[in-house]
């Protein structure tokens, strides 16, 4: 179909402003937080109602129009990168918190609802939204659904997918799924699990309902130092060897303690090899024990310097520095490109120290910030864009790391997603049957293949071609590679 | 626990990948077995000259590192096994199994993915999966998420296998999540009417106070607190009541269905739905668990079936036929005809030739 037909269908049921296609209104939307990657969509479509959903996606599935939703865009792989031919799908527009039942411990809420806003909606009954994304001011619940998106919190209350009750999706075709319920199990196969972490690959999802978690009595965290990063990782394995499970557990390299310091002042230890945060909730007379034996811990684990957190000023001073890695990174460097591979914890000093060797092979500056709890890995890279060469260089490191997290038992992608980025790196992680299958379920839903098109899943001809790369669980690990 | 040679798995597999082929070539369809503990669970395999896929001699712990918080296990391995490794590393399954018999297999769990008493507060099987290695319908040996806690790669289709009860693809091996056991736990029972407990569960569950466990029955409130002592203590002041001093067994009891109000003869209602449903008026007995989320019914009179949906799908839920005499009426709740035929669409990619347990959750899958 022609742009300006479908525009003129497009306009018989939505305002001027919800239909966009002159360049300068498309502008904004070229990227999301991956913006290495760019291009302009066709047409940009902002709906108010899942009805005007329905009906945009019926009349692209008529007319064979490829489809990206897209939420805040705050994605980290390139999901909402626009389909040059296709319509950019925007669910900000749907952003009502429709329903908070306090007992039941529930919210209904519209994809577009960002998700600090149900925390902050749901405090006055002293409950809130568990998952908590560094970027959750801005990133949309529907995005964080289809992102399967974690918090610092989430080795003790979970991912997206252990805290959402139940979805409407609606698929391509327009037909509208109810998926899940408000109670805690459903009949038939766990499609909620599916929809989850999908990446806009399978449906639209129009409404939520999330579950709340009580807030907690009291928080306090503790913050070791160490001037050795494999004590730090042993550190990490006694709490939890200890049966803790801290409410949160996160590690920085020095040059990212370095590089957070100088910017807020959170008084870390600027000697220290790395920085351990590691954060205990609950009842007041449980804080209280499991602070006492964290705190032993980390000084059997040979701690350099211990602080625990006084009071909630303090707790959020220490913490500033861990949620401003990114922004610290983007003042010490032009350009950064963060990795998200999770590793098993006990392969850390051994990935680390293969980081820092690709680091001075590429001849570009790496700093480490982990969600040590549960493996994840963010390595952020830093480059400039200007110099010529320097961007396939940074990839090609990324590259590299994401093969080791692989040979280490790990994969490819902890919480940010496989999107248009790590396609090449699903060739390494997953075999062609396995391959097979995924696009299998994605014909499930999508027979068309008009969703999210080219993202997520490579063709086994993608794969086939990146052959050089193509290595299999082990089979033949990366020669070039130094052993160590 | 004894480990078995690698040789002879990778034995196991061969021969179920031949089994499943050749059965793909014939249209017979395959009787999954576990441990058989739950076979009364679900509906009867549709089919002629059904052939058994034995895999309970696949089993064996692959890897459990404690301080990793995973263990991987192949799906023939005995519950009981699995769980008294985890103990001696003072860890545990959170979603606290039903065995239902000596002889309850990994593998039988995760398909049927029942949880049990702990499932309102530290989630459900599928909330602890995070890999499985399957053969699919077609014998091919895939394996999806990993033994990582974070896995956003590719379509989570460990989870999608859990609970689909062996009609999507035999599973060989599963990778889990687990936790530290509860330094103290502590059994309290308070006198109360079922309404008023059901309306104080949700209440405190909205509260941070460490119950791990709630039980309705006859009059009774139990609650299992779990944590630390000093934490278990403070709350039990907080929320009175008597402490039970075989509390262990009694959550045993609940777990394992040997408790006096599940009457082996009867039907067994199996009823999920918001927790905040107020006491559902059915004829028989009922039992509430998991803060009021879970209400099992025994009914003397055999109620019908059209009327327990109706009540239960009302209440945001659904209803399970968990056991009866006669298999009279469809196990399992009716899904809404798009769902089906999502199901349907989703059965024909991993089992082309439908012979996996064919219709032991739906006619059709
Ligand atoms: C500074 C910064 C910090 C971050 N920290 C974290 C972190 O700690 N943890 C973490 O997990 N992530 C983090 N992220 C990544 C990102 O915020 C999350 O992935 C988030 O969930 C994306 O939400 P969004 O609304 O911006 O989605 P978008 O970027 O708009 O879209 C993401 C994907 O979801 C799809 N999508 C969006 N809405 C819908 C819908 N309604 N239905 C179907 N598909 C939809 C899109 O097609 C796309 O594939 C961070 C990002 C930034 C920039
Ligand atoms: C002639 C005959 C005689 C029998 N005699 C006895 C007897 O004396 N005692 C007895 O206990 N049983 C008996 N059975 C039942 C038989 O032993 C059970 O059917 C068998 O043990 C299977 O148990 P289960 O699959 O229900 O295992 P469970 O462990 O109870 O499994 C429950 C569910 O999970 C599925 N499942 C289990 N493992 C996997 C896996 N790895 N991958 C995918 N799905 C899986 C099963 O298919 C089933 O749907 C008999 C059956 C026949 C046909």
């Given at each position: 179909?022609?742009p300006?037909?479908?525009?003129?269908d497009?306009?018989?049921?939505?305002?001027?402003e919800?239909v966009?296609?002159e360049?300068e209104?498309?502008k904004?939307y070229?990227?999301?937080?991956?913006?290495?990657y760019?291009?302009?969509?066709m047409?940009v479509?902002?709906?108010?109602?899942?009805d005007?959903?329905i009906r945009?996606?019926?009349?692209?599935?008529?007319?064979?129009t490829?489809?990206?939703?897209?939420?805040?865009?705050?994605g980290?792989?390139?999901?909402?990168?626009p389909?040059?031919?296709g319509?950019?799908?925007?669910l900000?527009?749907?952003?009502?918190?429709?329903?908070?039942?306090p007992v039941?411990r529930t919210?209904?809420?519209q994809p577009?609802?960002?998700?600090?806003?149900i925390s902050?909606?749901?405090?006055?009954?002293?409950?809130?939204?568990?998952?908590?994304?560094?970027?959750q001011?801005a990133?949309?619940?529907g995005?964080?659904?289809a992102e399967?998106?974690?918090?610092v919190?989430?080795?003790?209350?979970?991912l997206t997918?252990h805290?959402?009750?139940?979805?409407?999706v609606?698929?391509?075709a327009?037909?509208n799924l109810?998926i899940?319920?408000?109670s805690?199990?459903?009949?038939?196969?766990?499609?909620?699990?599916?929809?989850t972490?999908?990446?806009g690959?399978?449906?639209?999802v129009?409404?939520?309902?999330?579950?709340?978690?009580?807030?907690a009595?009291?928080?306090?965290?503790v913050?070791?130092?160490?001037?050795d990063i494999?004590?730090a990782?042993?550190?990490?394995?006694n709490?939890?060897?200890?049966?803790i499970?801290?409410?949160?557990?996160?590690?920085?390299?020095?040059?990212?303690?370095?590089?957070?310091?100088?910017?807020?002042h959170?008084?870390y230890?600027?000697?220290a090899?790395?920085?351990?945060?590691?954060?205990?909730d609950g009842?007041?007379?449980?804080?209280?024990?499991?602070?006492?034996?964290?705190?032993e811990?980390m000084?059997?684990?040979?701690?350099?310097?211990i602080?625990t957190?006084r009071?909630?000023?303090?707790?959020l001073r220490?913490?500033?520095?861990r949620?401003?890695a990114?922004p610290a990174?983007?003042r010490?460097?032009?350009?950064?490109?963060c990795?998200?591979?999770?590793?098993?914890r006990k392969s850390?000093?051994?990935?680390?120290s293969?980081i820092?060797?690709?680091?001075?092979?590429?001849?570009?500056?790496?700093?480490?910030?982990?969600h040590?709890?549960?493996?994840?890995?963010h390595p952020?890279?830093?480059?400039?864009?200007?110099?010529p060469?320097?961007?396939e260089?940074?990839?090609?490191?990324?590259?590299?790391?994401l093969g080791?997290?692989?040979?280490?038992?790990?994969?490819?992608?902890?919480e940010h997603?496989?999107?248009?980025?790590?396609i090449?790196?699903?060739?390494?992680?997953?075999?062609?049957g396995?391959?097979k299958i995924?696009?299998?379920?994605?014909?499930?839903?999508?027979?068309?293949?008009?969703?999210?098109?080219?993202?997520?899943v490579?063709?086994?001809?993608?794969?086939a071609?990146?052959?050089a790369?193509?290595?299999?669980?082990?089979e033949e690990?990366f020669?070039?590679?130094?052993?160590? | 626990?004894?480990?078995?040679?690698i040789?002879?798995?990778q034995?196991?597999i061969?021969?179920s990948?031949?089994?499943?082929?050749?059965?793909?070539?014939r249209?017979v369809?395959?009787?999954?077995?576990?441990?058989?503990?739950?076979?009364?669970?679900?509906?009867?395999?549709?089919?002629?000259?059904?052939d058994?896929?034995?895999i309970?001699?696949?089993?064996?712990?692959?890897?459990?590192?404690?301080a990793e918080?995973?263990?991987?296990?192949?799906?023939?391995t005995r519950?009981?096994?699995l769980?008294?490794e985890?103990?001696?590393?003072?860890?545990?399954l959170?979603?606290?199994?039903?065995?239902?018999g000596?002889a309850?297999t990994?593998?039988?769990?995760?398909?049927?993915?029942l949880s049990?008493?702990r499932?309102?507060?530290?989630?459900?099987?599928?909330?602890s999966?995070l890999g499985?290695?399957m053969l699919?319908?077609?014998?091919?040996d895939?394996r999806?998420?990993?033994q990582?806690?974070?896995?956003?790669?590719g379509?989570?289709?460990?989870?999608?296998?859990?609970?689909?009860?062996g009609t999507?693809?035999?599973?060989?091996?599963i990778?889990?999540?687990?936790l530290?056991?509860p330094?103290v736990?502590l059994t309290?029972s308070l006198q109360?009417?079922e309404?008023?407990?059901?309306?104080?569960m949700?209440l405190?569950a909205?509260?941070?106070l460490?119950i791990?466990a709630?039980?309705?029955?006859n009059?009774a409130?139990t609650?299992?607190?779990s944590?630390?002592?000093?934490?278990?203590?403070?709350?039990h002041?907080?929320l009175?009541?008597e402490?039970?001093?075989?509390?262990?067994?009694?959550w045993?009891?609940?777990?394992?269905?040997t408790?006096?109000f599940?009457q082996?003869?009867?039907?067994l209602?199996r009823?999920?739905?918001?927790?905040?449903t107020?006491?559902?008026s059915?004829p028989?007995?009922q039992?509430v668990?998991?803060?009021?989320?879970?209400r099992?019914?025994i009914?003397n009179?055999?109620?019908?079936?059209?009327?327990?949906?109706?009540?239960?799908?009302?209440?945001?839920?659904h209803?399970?036929?968990?056991?009866?005499g006669?298999?009279s009426?469809a196990?399992?709740?009716?899904l809404a005809p798009?769902?089906?035929n999502?199901h349907?669409r989703l059965?024909?990619?991993?089992d082309?030739m439908?012979i996996?347990?064919?219709?032991?959750?739906?006619p059709?899958l």
């Amino acid at each position: 179909m022609h742009p300006l037909d479908l525009v003129t269908d497009l306009r018989t049921f939505l305002p001027l402003e919800a239909v966009l296609y002159e360049s300068e209104d498309l502008k904004a939307y070229e990227c999301d937080g991956l913006s290495a990657y760019r291009q302009m969509p066709m047409i940009v479509v902002l709906p108010r109602t899942e009805d005007e959903v329905i009906r945009i996606l019926r009349i692209c599935y008529t007319s064979k129009t490829p489809v990206v939703a897209r939420g805040a865009g705050t994605g980290l792989s390139g999901g909402a990168l626009p389909h040059a031919t296709g319509i950019l799908l925007s669910l900000a527009k749907l952003k009502q918190i429709l329903e908070i039942d306090p007992v039941a411990r529930t919210a209904r809420v519209q994809p577009g609802v960002r998700n600090l806003a149900i925390s902050e909606a749901a405090a006055p009954y002293g409950l809130y939204y568990a998952p908590d994304p560094s970027s959750q001011i801005a990133c949309s619940i529907g995005g964080n659904v289809a992102e399967n998106s974690g918090g610092v919190h989430c080795l003790k209350y979970g991912l997206t997918v252990h805290n959402i009750l139940k979805l409407r999706v609606i698929t391509m075709a327009g037909e509208n799924l109810e998926i899940g319920s408000a109670s805690l199990d459903s009949p038939g196969y766990d499609l909620l699990a599916l929809m989850t972490g999908s990446e806009g690959m399978l449906g639209i999802v129009t409404e939520i309902i999330v579950k709340l978690t009580p807030s907690a009595e009291k928080a306090q965290v503790v913050m070791a130092a160490f001037d050795d990063i494999c004590k730090a990782g042993n550190a990490v394995a006694n709490v939890i060897g200890a049966g803790i499970i801290p409410a949160g557990m996160e590690m920085m390299d020095k040059i990212a303690t370095r590089a957070v310091e100088e910017y807020v002042h959170a008084g870390y230890n600027l000697e220290a090899a790395a920085i351990l945060l590691c954060e205990s909730d609950g009842t007041v007379e449980e804080v209280a024990d499991e602070i006492r034996r964290i705190d032993e811990i980390m000084k059997k684990s040979g701690a350099i310097e211990i602080k625990t957190s006084r009071d909630e000023t303090e707790r959020l001073r220490f913490w500033a520095g861990r949620k401003a890695a990114f922004p610290a990174a983007g003042r010490i460097s032009p350009d950064y490109y963060c990795m998200d591979g999770t590793i098993p914890r006990k392969s850390l000093a051994h990935v680390l120290s293969g980081i820092e060797r690709l680091s001075t092979e590429y001849g570009l500056r790496c700093m480490n910030v982990f969600h040590a709890g549960d493996g994840n890995l963010h390595p952020l890279i830093l480059y400039d864009a200007n110099q010529p060469g320097e961007l396939e260089k940074t990839e090609e490191f990324g590259a590299k790391i994401l093969g080791m997290c692989i040979e280490a038992g790990g994969t490819i992608t902890g919480e940010h997603g496989v999107g248009i980025e790590k396609i090449n790196q699903m060739c390494l992680q997953f075999s062609n049957g396995e391959l097979k299958i995924f696009h299998a379920v994605k014909a499930v839903f999508d027979p068309e293949g008009l969703l999210n098109p080219g993202k997520a899943v490579p063709t086994l001809r993608r794969c086939a071609e990146h052959g050089a790369m193509h290595v299999h669980r082990g089979e033949e690990k990366f020669p070039e590679l130094p052993r160590f | 626990m004894p480990r078995a040679p690698i040789k002879s798995m990778q034995n196991i597999i061969d021969q179920s990948v031949n089994t499943i082929r050749a059965a793909a070539e014939r249209k017979v369809p395959l009787h999954i077995c576990g441990g058989g503990s739950k076979e009364f669970y679900g509906n009867h395999i549709i089919g002629q000259n059904i052939d058994m896929l034995d895999i309970t001699a696949y089993s064996g712990i692959v890897v459990y590192e404690p301080a990793e918080l995973v263990i991987t296990a192949r799906t023939g391995t005995r519950l009981a096994d699995l769980e008294a490794e985890l103990h001696e590393h003072r860890q545990m399954l959170a979603f606290e199994p039903p065995h239902f018999g000596a002889a309850a297999t990994l593998g039988g769990c995760i398909a049927t993915g029942l949880s049990g008493p702990r499932r309102a507060s530290a989630g459900a099987v599928r909330d602890s999966v995070l890999g499985v290695r399957m053969l699919d319908g077609k014998g091919d040996d895939l394996r999806f998420g990993g033994q990582v806690m974070k896995n956003v790669a590719g379509y989570d289709i460990s989870r999608l296998m859990t609970g689909s009860m062996g009609t999507l693809g035999l599973l060989l091996e599963i990778s889990l999540k687990v936790l530290p056991l509860p330094p103290v736990e502590l059994t309290l029972s308070l006198q109360m009417k079922e309404a008023d407990a059901i309306e104080k569960m949700n209440l405190w569950a909205g509260k941070p106070l460490p119950i791990s466990a709630t039980c309705f029955y006859n009059g009774a409130l139990t609650l299992r607190l779990s944590g630390a002592e000093a934490a278990v203590r403070a709350a039990h002041t907080k929320l009175g009541g008597e402490e039970m001093a075989e509390g262990a067994a009694f959550w045993q009891s609940v777990r394992e269905q040997t408790h006096i109000f599940f009457q082996p003869d009867k039907s067994l209602w199996r009823l999920s739905i918001k927790s905040t449903t107020p006491p559902l008026s059915l004829p028989g007995q009922q039992l509430v668990e998991w803060g009021g989320a879970l209400r099992w019914l025994i009914s003397n009179a055999d109620v019908d079936a059209e009327t327990v949906r109706a009540v239960t799908g009302a209440a945001s839920g659904h209803a399970t036929l968990f056991r009866a005499g006669e298999p009279s009426a469809a196990r399992f709740h009716p899904l809404a005809p798009e769902m089906m035929n999502i199901h349907r669409r989703l059965k024909e990619q991993f089992d082309p030739m439908g012979i996996l347990n064919p219709g032991r959750m739906y006619p059709g899958l």
